[in-house]
């Protein structure tokens, strides 16, 4: 079952680490929250956390899979003090990730606003080279931009890649 967000962007709905579309629609409200709040948060009581960020989607899909890995230790294993020990742990992990995938959403939606933002830099320098009166930019820097954001929207390159490629051309500007 995958989920289809835009023209390039295909999604697992299962994985809970993939943020979801109220996430992209709320960008701006989770970007405003602290990461470091919300991981303290989840991990000393998961309710605060979820509540806090007022998002719950992902949280029952991880909540889901601890359940089946739970389900599937009680049947293989036989109850006894070690057991118990291997419960423990998978509650411990499961927690981790819990509080793992919460502060990722906040950290993704902050980066998802530098993204756009960088995009909206680069659509402001195509303007202001097609509207220039006199001032003379360099060309080639915005013609390497708009290839550099053309095939980042086609996901011909990386994330990474499209950032330090477009910070060696800004900073040959």
Known sequence: MSVQLDNNTKLNAWNPFIS???D???TNELAAKNPAVAGILTFIFIPAGLFYLNRGRNFFKIFGYF???SFILNLVTKPSEDSK????????ITAGAITTEQVMAVNK???????KSTLVFIDNLERNDNESS???TNKDAVKLLKEL????EAN?????EFKVQKQKILTSL
Do not use: N
């Not at 939606?109 to 993204?115: F, S, V």
């Not at 011909?156 to 990474?160: G, Q, V």
């Open 20 to 22: 979801t579309q109220r």
């Open 24 to 26: 992209i629609a709320r």
């Open 67 to 69: 359940l089946a890995v």
């Open 85 to 92: 020990g291997v419960s423990t742990f998978i509650s411990l």
């Open 109 to 115: 939606a902050r980066q998802r606003l530098q993204e």
């Open 134 to 136: 006199g001032f003379d």
């Open 149 to 152: 954001k053309t095939k980042y």
């Open 156 to 160: 011909e390159i990386s994330e990474e």
